[in-house]
Nanobody, 119 residues
């Protein structure tokens, strides 16, 4: 069974960089054809896909967030990381990591972690 677990600070100040890590167990992030995504849900809103890193290490970003987002990985730790720069209170959300494969729905999700942007 694949498990994903998000970790990182729950409170970030405006203009700072938000950094979250997703630790994966039960499966390798380099397994062929899988994509590892970051998705967020602001309060009262729907899910927003932020970006992904593929099994190959290639990265993909939402056009609306591309200028502020970076996704990387540490294959030795089986982790992938989200960095979102220049955050504002509008970046307050529950942040999830998830696994996907091609056009299929995500099959595994982390439990989500609340991040609040506030001074």
């Amino acid at each position: 069974q694949v498990q994903l677990q998000e970790s990182g600070p729950g409170l970030v100040k405006p203009s700072q960089t938000l950094s979250l890590t997703c630790t994966v167990s039960g499966g390798s992030i380099t397994t062929n054809r899988y994509y590892w995504s970051w998705i967020r849900q602001p309060p009262g809103e729907g899910l927003e896909w932020m970006g992904a890193i593929a099994y190959s290490g290639s990265t993909y970003y939402s056009p609306s967030l591309k200028s502020r987002t970076s996704i990387s990985r540490d294959t030795s730790k089986n982790q992938f990381t989200l960095q979102l720069s220049s955050v504002t209170p509008e970046d307050t959300a529950v942040y999830y990591c998830a696994r996907g494969k091609g056009s299929n729905p995500y099959d595994y999700w982390g439990q989500g972690t609340q991040v609040t942007v506030s001074s």
